[in-house]
Nanobody
Framework: EVQLQASGGGLVQAGGSLRLSCAAS????????IGWFRQAPGKELEGVSC????????HYTDYVEGRFTISRDNAQNTVYLHMNSLKPEDTGVYYC???????????????????WGQGTQVTVSS
């Protein structure tokens, strides 16, 4: 059974930090890129960051570049999203998703992700 378990969300003040984790099982983790997406209240799901499966290439959207860092531990089948300098506009439900990495990764195309986890809530107070 494929599982993606996102955790680590919570309530934090603006300027604070959180670390999200995405634990995976049931598929060959090394062969998959992992993306983080978020959905703010009343808004559509949007991409945040992505990391490749084997070459560990990392990608960020403009609004988190320089503040968030994505990493992965293939031995633990886990991807992390370190979020620093959090802003109220970072509030939302954060989801992790897996896309097979065949050398071409569609970072922000939701339809290219085969597996999705449940979300974890991040709330940043002003």
């Amino acid at each position: 059974e494929v599982q993606l378990q996102a955790s680590g969300g919570g309530l934090v003040q603006a300027g604070g930090s959180l670390r999200l984790s995405c634990a995976a099982s049931g598929f060959p983790f090394d062969d998959y890129a992992i993306g983080w997406f978020r959905q703010a209240p009343g808004k559509e799901l949007e991409g945040v960051s992505c990391i490749g499966g084997r070459e560990y290439s990392t990608h960020y959207t403009d609004y988190v570049e320089g503040r968030f860092t994505i990493s992965r531990d293939n031995a633990q089948n886990t991807v992390y999203l370190h979020m620093n300098s959090l802003k109220p506009e970072d509030t939302g439900v954060y989801y992790c998703a897996a896309q097979r990495d065949d050398g071409s990764i569609w970072y922000w195309d939701l339809d290219q992700y085969q597996y999705w986890g449940q979300g974890t809530q991040v709330t940043v107070s002003s």
